[in-house]
């Protein structure tokens, strides 16, 4: 039997249904089985008996409009109560709209509506941490946007993430955590994890700190990836172009991402992908293209190039977050030169020391 994570999932099984409504005798003994195995599942469980029962109701009291429509022109003599009539095109009406509002409900629900949920936000320069109602620890970087499902912790465990955000998932068996973004999904049962989804970026990245966890690629229907401690999954935000290989990011098309190792960037061996969250700047053999976009949400600042080639010339270096931006790019041209003026208010162009 599939995985159940919320009430959503067992309205939306036929099987499930004909367990409710007691119509397969088969169907009873498998799903009478299924709760002895899950007691963790009962309440919501319950619950989604409740609203298919609720839903069964309001169809019968349309059927029963429609049946009395039929019988009204037989009888003799005819019928001169309107009042019943009356009544029951009231209940009818009534049980359409309930209906429909039922149904919308969870439609809505299950394809994650905007308008159920809850955001929590992050402006350049600015980071937040959050506790969410699970006890799941969120620490959420600069310029991100994290939503929270309507029944989180209650009948699900799902957020939509597009920015950054480190993790410490709390444990919950019977509702797995989901971290959804526009390349990938996360699913962890407790864990520790940074996940890197930014919509200006090429990349997006799932970097498992402790734990377990499996990504599932969006765009492809392959089996999930499941993770180690200290696995990365890095995969394209947009789909592979048709070639051997996307120049751009160096991922082969024929798997559309990459297994890696985090990458520890000292003695303490500390880790790069989570030094956002511990107040440092880290760069790793990172194009400069990648670390302006960085700077540009730690500092609230735009940086344009004045040539391409600068751009893509690589550097290695850490800074504390408190670090001025002036500071940061003069240490980063001491490496490999470049110059740099401001433009405007908040913008900077960067561009070659000998044009």
């Not at 009539?85 to 209940?91: E, P, V």
């Not at 999930?224 to 696995?231: A, G, V």
């Not at 890095?234 to 991402?257: C, F, H, M, R």
């Amino acid at each position: 039997m599939s995985a159940y994570q919320s009430v959503q999932d067992f309205i939306l099984d036929e099987s499930f249904f004909r367990y409710v409504v007691r119509q397969d005798p088969s169907e009873i003994l498998k799903w009478e089985s299924y709760i002895k195995q899950h007691p963790e599942q009962q309440e919501l469980i319950q619950h989604a008996k409740q609203e298919l029962l609720a839903m069964q109701d309001a169809l019968y009291l349309i059927d029963a409009e429609q049946n009395y429509v039929r019988l009204v022109p037989h009888l003799d003599p005819p019928v001169k109560n309107i009042l019943l009539k009356k009544k029951w095109t009231y209940y009818a009406a009534a049980a359409i709209v309930f209906l429909c509002l039922i149904t919308s409900l969870y439609v809505f629900q299950y394809h994650f509506n905007q308008s159920k949920t809850t955001a929590y936000l992050t402006q350049p320069a600015e980071k937040k941490t959050i506790k969410l109602a699970d006890g799941t620890l969120v620490k959420l970087n600069a310029a991100s946007k994290l939503e929270i499902a309507d029944g989180f912790g209650k009948t699900n465990r799902a957020v939509k993430l597009v920015g950054e955000a480190y993790m410490e998932v709390a444990k919950n068996k019977a509702l797995p955590f989901t971290v959804t973004t526009q390349a990938l999904q996360v699913r962890v049962l407790g864990t520790t994890i940074n996940v890197r989804a930014y919509a200006n970026e090429e990349l997006t990245a799932a970097s498992l700190i402790e734990g377990s966890a499996e990504v599932i690629l969006k765009s492809k229907s392959q089996a999930p990836i499941r993770l180690k401690p200290k696995d990365k999954v890095v995969a394209p935000l947009a789909e592979a172009q048709p070639s051997s290989k996307n120049n751009t990011t160096g991922i082969e098309k024929k798997s559309d991402y990459k297994l890696e190792t985090v990458t520890q960037y000292d003695a303490e061996q500390r880790l790069a992908e989570t030094s956002w969250a511990d107040q440092k700047l880290v760069f790793v053999n990172e194009p400069l293209s990648s670390i302006a976009k960085t700077l540009e949400r730690w500092y609230n600042i735009t940086i344009e190039f004045q040539n391409s080639d600068i751009s893509s010339r690589k550097y290695t270096a850490a800074f504390d977050d408190r670090e001025e931006l002036q500071n940061v790019l003069q240490s980063l041209r001491s490496s490999i030169p470049f110059n740099y003026r401001k433009i405007g208010p908040r913008s900077i162009r960067i561009y070659l020391t000998n044009p």
